[in-house]
Nanobody, 124 residues
Framework: QVQLVESGGGLVQPGGSLRLSCATS????????IGWFRQAPGKEREGVAC????????SYADSVKGRFTISKDSVKEMVHLEMNSLKPEDTAVYYC?????????????????WGQGTQVTVSS
């Protein structure tokens, strides 16, 4: 299984920005969906954004549309999540994952390989 490693989390004030990165391997970014998910304390893990390996099409949860942007760098085999206008409710551990072509974007169940997560805290 491919290893995924997230980076870029941290503490930011409301209205601020962060850029998360997910390092992948094995040309995963060109073949399969790569998704960003998050899990807040006491809540279920939820899909945030997803990018298709085949056509670079992106999907977003309604709660982040217009604020978050997912992108990929096929040469460096990286997927990024640019997060703007952050809100306290965006506080969570953020994970990247791949579905090996078996899942649907934003649906947790179909994603098989996961990174270890990176903490994002939005607070004044």
């Amino acid at each position: 299984q491919v290893q995924l490693v997230e980076s870029g989390g941290g503490l930011v004030q409301p209205g601020g920005s962060l850029r998360l990165s997910c390092a992948t391997s094995g040309r995963t970014v060109d073949y399969y969906h790569i998704g960003w998910f998050r899990q807040a304390p006491g809540k279920e893990r939820e899909g945030v954004a997803c990018i298709s390996g085949s056509d670079d099409s992106a999907s977003y949860a309604d709660s982040v549309k217009g604020r978050f942007t997912i992108s990929k760098d096929s040469v460096k085999e990286m997927v990024h999540l640019e997060m703007n206008s952050l809100k306290p409710e965006d506080t969570a551990v953020y994970y990247c994952a791949t579905d090996y072509g078996l899942g649907q974007c934003l649906e947790v169940a179909g994603f098989i390989s996961w990174g270890q997560g990176t903490q994002v805290t939005v607070s004044s």
